[in-house]
């Protein structure tokens, strides 16, 4: 996972819930309606500041699913979203597209693999209709992470997924892979925290690779990545045998780990360097 900071305005300001919210509910025609949900607001704006509070320790899974805020349905507040901020010509786009442009690259923060093209609400929108617009719980992502992910939501603190604006666990390597022997060679990828983290953090990694379907995408991309430099790698091997392939793969695993220690490529290159397998020749085989 990538951390993002959280979403601000063009004075680097943290966008406010309350703001985005009548942002999106300025332009209701329906005088009742509109009155309804701007009744919400301070209800909108609480939630939100209780939000970051508990996502800053970890506990958002405390938080309880509703079916309606204030006289607002659920319907009426996720339409917010739906009407007011994702069309084009919606008052709300502008806070939209911003969003979307916060990963680097277009890359997804929840998988750092596929490109961004929606915004995928953190908590789901249908059981917590208070954050439907809160740009805390709106987080661009790709198609893969957004349809694996779905209306998922953890009641326990381990069963959580990673939040790319609160979480930041990259400062130790916790990603890990092992090469598969197999002709041609794979890659299987899973959890391994180092054993100082707390029980919570070791399993929330775990079901962030799991409830996204990340052992999947990253042994395919490992796959496709292995077919590009399989010539490279030939080419070291005939020239200086597993010796010059496993320098080769240390200095690239140098800069993947220095943008990024837990990449599924880094994890790629670690599990091929403290293989005898693969850096003998293992890589060849198709």
Same mark, same amino acid.
């Given at each position: ?9 063009? &004075? ?5 819930? =309350?703001? *985005? ?10 005088? !009742?309606?509109?009155? +309804?949900?701007?009744? !919400?607001?301070? +209800? ?13 320790? =970890?506990?958002?899974?405390? +938080?309880?699913?509703? &079916?309606?805020?204030?006289? !607002?349905?659920? @319907?009426?507040? *996720? ?17 939209? @597209? ?15 693999? /596929? ?11 249908? @059981?917590?209709?208070?954050?439907? *617009? ?12 957004? =349809? ?9 603190? =381990? ?19 092992? *090469? ?21 953090? +070791? ?19 490992? /796959? ?41 490529? !880094? ?20």
């Amino acid at each position: 996972m990538k951390h993002l900071a959280r979403p601000t305005d063009k &004075s680097a300001q943290l966008l406010l819930a =309350g703001e *985005v919210f009548e942002t999106c509910v300025s332009m209701v025609r329906n005088p !009742a309606l509109k009155a +309804k949900l701007r009744a !919400a607001r301070p +209800k909108v704006e609480a939630e939100a500041a209780d939000y970051a509070d508990q996502a800053e320790q =970890g506990r958002l899974y405390t +938080k309880l699913k509703h &079916s309606a805020v204030g006289a !607002a349905s659920a @319907d009426e507040m *996720v339409s917010v979203y739906t009407s007011r901020m994702v069309p084009k010509s919606a008052s709300g786009r502008a806070v939209y @597209d911003h969003i979307m442009s916060l990963p680097a690259h277009g890359r997804c923060p929840f998988c750092g693999i /596929g490109t961004v093209n929606t915004l995928d609400h953190y908590l789901p929108k249908q @059981d917590f209709p208070v954050f439907s *617009v809160s740009p805390d719980n709106l987080v661009p992502a790709c198609t893969w992470c957004q =349809g694996e992910k779905m209306e998922y939501h953890s009641s326990t603190e =381990g069963g959580q997924i990673l939040h790319p604006y609160f979480d930041d666990f990259d400062d130790d390597i916790w990603l890990s892979a092992e *090469v598969i022997e197999s002709a041609p060679a794979a890659f299987r990828f899973f959890a391994m925290p180092p054993d100082h983290w707390t029980q919570p953090r +070791k399993e929330r990694v775990a079901a962030h690779l799991r409830e996204l379907g990340l052992h999947r995408l990253f042994s395919s991309n490992a /796959g496709s990545r292995l077919s590009e430099i399989r010539a490279r790698l030939t080419g070291l091997f005939q020239k200086g045998g597993a010796t010059e392939v496993r320098a080769h793969l240390h200095e690239e695993l140098t800069s993947l780990e220095a943008d990024q220690k837990n990449s599924w490529t !880094a994890a790629m290159y670690r599990a091929a360097i403290g293989s005898d397998w693969f850096c003998q020749g293992g890589f060849l085989q198709s």
